[in-house]
Structures are given as structure tokens and as C-alpha cells.
Nanobody, 127 residues
Framework: DVQLQASGGGLVQAGGSLRLSCAAS????????MGWFRQAPGKEREGVSCINNSDGNIYYADSLEGRFTISTDNRKNTVFLQMNSLKPEDTAVYYC????????????????????WGQGTEVTVSS
């Protein structure tokens, strides 16, 4: 069975940091792009960052201003999202997702349909 287990969310003060993790199982990790998305209360889901494990390309939402870093540990089939200088507007439920890049992938990574989604981890940034 495919599983994406996200963790690492919590409550943090503005300016603080969190590191999210997403452990993947049940598919060939290196054949997939791994994305982080978030959905704030009352807002639509938006793409945060993505890494294409097949070619190493990394993408970020322009709005992040360089505060977040995505990385992977391919030995553990885990993708991370290091979030620094957090702001109250970063408050959201963060989801990891996986897409098989064999069927196409590109720089408009947030628009693709993802094959698998994790359960989400909640991040709350207090002012």
C-alpha cells in the first residue's frame, strides 16, 4: 500500500522554524516528484515547493522569498521541508504529495495532478 506520512507540524512563534517530514512507502521514490502544498483556513490549496527525484530539479512558490528549503533522503524515502523565518500567513495544513513523472512533469509543478497525498500536518504561526 502507498503511504505518505507527514509530520513535524506544530505551534511556533513568528520568526521561528519548523522542519516537516514526509515518509513515503509503496512506490519507487526516485521515479516521483514530491511536492509540498498547504491550505490555510478559508483559502484554496497552494503549492509550496517540489522536488523532482528523477532529475533533481527543485521548485518553490515565488511568495516564499527564500525562506523554505526542500530536500530528500532517498535512502529513507523521505522528503523534508525546512521552514525558516515563519510568518503568521504561513499558518496552514501542509500536505505532501507524489506524482509519477513518467507521465509528464514541468516547471508549472503545482498544476499537475498528483497520484498520492499525505494526511497533512498542521502548522500554526503565532504573531
Amino acid at each position: 500500500d502507498v503511504q505518505l506520512q507527514a509530520s513535524g507540524g506544530g505551534l511556533v512563534q513568528a520568526g521561528g522554524s519548523l522542519r516537516l517530514s514526509c515518509a513515503a512507502s509503496g512506490f519507487t521514490f526516485n521515479d516521483y516528484a514530491m511536492g509540498w502544498f498547504r491550505q490555510a483556513p478559508g483559502k484554496e490549496r497552494e503549492g509550496v515547493s517540489c522536488i523532482n527525484n528523477s532529475d533533481g530539479n527543485i521548485y518553490y512558490a515565488d511568495s516564499l522569498e527564500g525562506r523554505f528549503t526542500i530536500s530528500t533522503d532517498n535512502r529513507k524515502n523521505t522528503v523534508f521541508l525546512q521552514m525558516n523565518s515563519l510568518k503568521p500567513e504561513d499558518t496552514a495544513v501542509y500536505y505532501c504529495a507524489a506524482r509519477d513523472v513518467y507521465y509528464g512533469f514541468g516547471s508549472n509543478w503545482w498544476l499537475y495532478d498528483y497520484d498520492y497525498w499525505g494526511q497533512g500536518t498542521e502548522v500554526t504561526v503565532s504573531s
